[in-house]
């Protein structure tokens, strides 16, 4: 028995009510930064609202020490990006395409830096790094990070293509492409969508990221540690205004790569019904 309409209609409106607490309850914290990097501040702690200034955002630079841990985290990001985008990608697709005796055992291996506690595998690697007397900093710091950016990246690609089409890589051989170039001109294609959010996600988790990489930085201040010492002794709108920016940064480019995307499956849209009508013609 249908429920009625009055019912139904309860359920939408309690679903819409609820979806948009829920969304304030996700951005109110976001946007509570964004409106404090335009703050101006009375004493050392950008913690209480006095008046709207522009100081912040025209005078960005004014502590060195924060500046320096910004664009480390940011070289370390980019590093971490690049490599954990490649192994992941590549392990992906060994995990969906082919089949062989570890493919469980390793799937489940995967999965453990998701849900191990970060505290347990950022002390972990410690005791690694000072068992075989190697000095912490930035190689540390990436291999830290890349071990657990890894699994994201290969869940991610593995849930973008486990319903690819092998049948477009057996046809781009079978007219004499060689592997790596059927890879470059079909499978890496299709599966970009995928592997542009897992590079995205990654240098997200790379610059958010604080435990594991406090416990293997050493000397070396990343952004999150840097505000995390300076928080001891003041807060300026600065840190505000370099997580606005780029909160922004970021925005831009999820929509940039929605809209690709978008066009993308657009234009595959047209040439397999070009190729159909071909066909049937």
């Known amino acids: 028995m249908n429920p009625p309409n009055w019912l139904r209609a309860i359920g939408r409106v309690s679903l819409w009510v609820w979806a948009v607490l829920g969304l304030l309850f996700l951005f109110t914290p976001i946007l509570v930064t964004v409106i404090f990097s335009f703050n101006e501040p009375t ?3 950008n913690y209480i609202w006095n008046k709207f200034s522009l100081s912040g955002w025209t005078d960005p630079f004014r502590y060195p020490e924060l500046t320096d841990a910004l664009i480390f985290s940011l070289k370390i990001a980019v590093v971490v990006t690049a490599i954990a985008t490649v192994l992941g990608t590549l392990m992906g697709l060994a995990m969906v395409k082919y089949k062989f005796r570890a493919k469980g055992m390793i799937g489940a291996i995967l999965i453990l830096p998701l849900t191990m506690p970060e505290i347990v595998l950022g002390f972990s690697l410690l005791t690694l790094f000072v068992s075989i007397n190697w000095s912490r900093g930035f190689i540390t710091i990436v291999i830290a990070q890349v071990m657990f950016s890894v699994s994201y990246v290969a869940t991610t690609v593995r849930a973008r293509i486990r319903g690819f089409d092998w049948r477009l890589e057996e046809a781009s ?3 004499g492409a060689s592997s790596f170039r059927t890879f470059r001109k079909i499978t890496l294609p299709l599966i970009a969508p995928g592997v542009v959010a897992a590079a995205m996600l990654t240098f997200a988790l790379s610059l958010d990221d604080f435990i594991i990489t406090y416990l293997n930085s050493g ?4 952004f999150p540690i840097q505000i995390w010492n300076m928080k001891r002794s003041k807060v300026p709108v600065q840190i505000n205004v370099f997580s606005t920016a780029l ?3 970021s ?3 999820a929509i940039t790569v929605v809209v690709g995307g978008n066009r993308r499956t657009r234009k595959l849209a047209g040439l397999t019904a070009d190729s159909g009508a071909s066909v049937s013609s």
């Open 251 to 253: 925005v831009i480019l």
């Open 219 to 222: 000397l070396d201040n990343t």
């Open 247 to 249: 909160l922004i940064i």
């Open 43 to 45: 004493g050392k702690y």
């Open 173 to 175: 051989l079978d007219l």
